[in-house]
């Protein structure tokens, strides 16, 4: 039954993760010349840059519960209504006169300025993230269509359209905001795309999962009668009206996926903080030879997730393949160290075939433990557990490259290198 719907609504599931990404990526190149703008520092852009996962980090569990109960449909629709308005008050922001709001002074920060159009970028970016369900959502939306034989496939579609966000995100606030109009297009075109997502949910998305009233979670502490769909237990008395977040840590293996998850966020987000400053300070790269990196980092792990990734999960499992992935990527990460530009091309490569076997099938085999019955629940917990470590992550590579420069990449390295251990752990057993 899931096939027969699946590829109408594949489209629509894919634009929502692709606006989601682009919303976040097409902020980058220019949201800390905006905070300089109005007023603000570093330290205000560090609590900028860290409002939206913080927020994701509340509101993505919830939301995912909601998408069990309520079905998909609804949340992605509240969560790209949130990020329309969240847009909206991004606009409004630039339009704002930089104006002293407040000053605040606190012990081990200092002091910062608070501005009204800095306050408004602080609201815009809260409410993106408190709805910021939608990718979460949308990964059990897209559980809810596929079939063992067809959940790498799709997932590794996700990862694309994922890809392509960033890809287009930062290109078009490039190009759009060199022009005399400055931080205006990009935002408009986020905005827009935003506005298209809601339509096209409305009008193109059908529910993958009725409204449930009922689910119940074996005593034994087994997931077959999950993956049975039984809707209750019948040596138990009732059963639970609504999925509950402590639930999922009754799933056979599901703790353990949340904590590799978390690890690779954060290894993950180090990375990212301390990059693009390593490319301007050390290797000299202008922001035309920056983009041109993230573009090709993003072609080559798109062709990896589509093509070769296929090819690959005809001759092994998806256990295999990320054990083999995050072996890759960490030595990827290694190679970063070094300013040689041969390494840093070979680092890219690296990074593009080791995260791009990796993740997607990490994501499914992550929907395959979590169940039908508890998919959005285990996907908002999930976005949670990410959102905490993107938090941390950012933070903490800041620190770090400030620290000890480019053996940062060392920490990612090591990160990632702990989840090819770990990751043995899924070759003893597979779900069932």
């Known amino acids: 039954m899931a096939s027969q719907i699946k590829q109408p609504s594949l489209f629509p599931i894919l634009l929502v993760n692709f606006v989601g990404t682009l919303g976040f990526s097409i902020v980058?190149?220019?949201?800390?010349?905006?905070?300089?703008?109005?007023?603000?520092?570093a330290i205000t852009y560090g609590f900028l840059a860290a409002t939206y996962p913080a927020f994701q980090l509340v509101g993505a569990p919830l939301l995912g519960r909601w998408s069990d109960t309520f079905g998909r449909k609804r949340v992605l629709l509240l969560s790209n209504v949130g990020t329309s308005i969240g847009w909206i008050l991004f606009l409004y922001a630039i339009f704002l006169p930089a104006e002293k709001s407040f000053t605040a002074n606190i012990a081990f920060i200092g002091t910062f300025v608070i501005s009204v159009p800095l306050f408004m970028l602080f609201l815009a970016r809260a409410i993106d993230g408190v709805t910021g369900g939608n990718i979460s959502t949308a990964y059990a939306y897209l559980a809810d269509l596929s079939t063992d034989d067809t959940r790498s496939k799709n997932f590794g579609k996700m990862a694309i359209s994922s890809n392509l966000g960033f890809i287009i995100g930062p290109a078009i606030a490039g190009i759009l905001g060199g022009t005399i109009y400055g931080e205006i297009l990009p935002v408009l075109a986020a905005l827009i795309l935003s506005v298209v997502t809601v339509i096209v949910i409305i009008f193109l998305l059908k529910e993958s999962k009725a409204p449930s009233k009922e689910i119940s979670i074996p005593v034994?502490?087994?997931?077959?009668?999950?993956?049975?769909?039984?809707?209750?237990?019948p040596h138990s008395r009732g059963g639970i009206n609504k999925p509950r977040f402590?639930?999922?840590?009754?799933?056979?293996?599901?703790?353990f996926l949340l904590v590799v998850y978390f690890l690779i966020f954060l290894g993950f987000n180090i990375y990212y903080a301390a990059f693009p400053t390593h490319a301007a300070n050390d290797l000299k790269w202008s922001v035309t030879q920056l983009g041109i990196y993230y573009a090709v980092l993003g072609g080559v792990m798109a062709f990896v997730q589509g093509p070769i990734l296929r090819k690959a999960l005809k001759k092994t499992s998806e256990e295999k393949l990320v054990v083999i992935g995050s072996l890759i990527l960490g030595a990827g990460f290694v190679l970063y160290v070094s300013n040689n530009i041969v390494w840093v091309s070979g680092a890219l490569i690296l990074f593009a075939v080791g995260n791009g076997l990796m993740w997607p099938s990490f994501m499914s085999i992550l929907s395959r433990r979590a169940g039908s019955k508890l998919q959005g629940t285990v996907?908002?917990?999930?976005?949670?557990?990410?959102?905490?470590?993107?938090?941390?992550?950012l933070i903490l590579g800041g620190f770090l490259y400030t620290s000890i420069g480019g053996a940062t990449f060392l920490i990612s390295a090591g990160i990632i290198l702990a989840i090819f251990v770990m990751s043995f752990r899924l070759l003893v057993k597979k779900a069932v």
């Open 28 to 41: 980058l190149p220019f949201l800390v010349f905006l905070v300089m703008k109005f007023g603000g520092d």
């Open 246 to 255: 402590q639930d999922v840590f009754k799933l056979e293996y599901v703790s």
């Open 379 to 393: 996907q908002g917990v999930a976005g949670s557990f990410g959102g905490l470590a993107s938090i941390i992550g």
């Open 220 to 233: 034994d502490g087994t997931v077959r009668r999950v993956f049975a769909q039984e809707c209750r237990d």
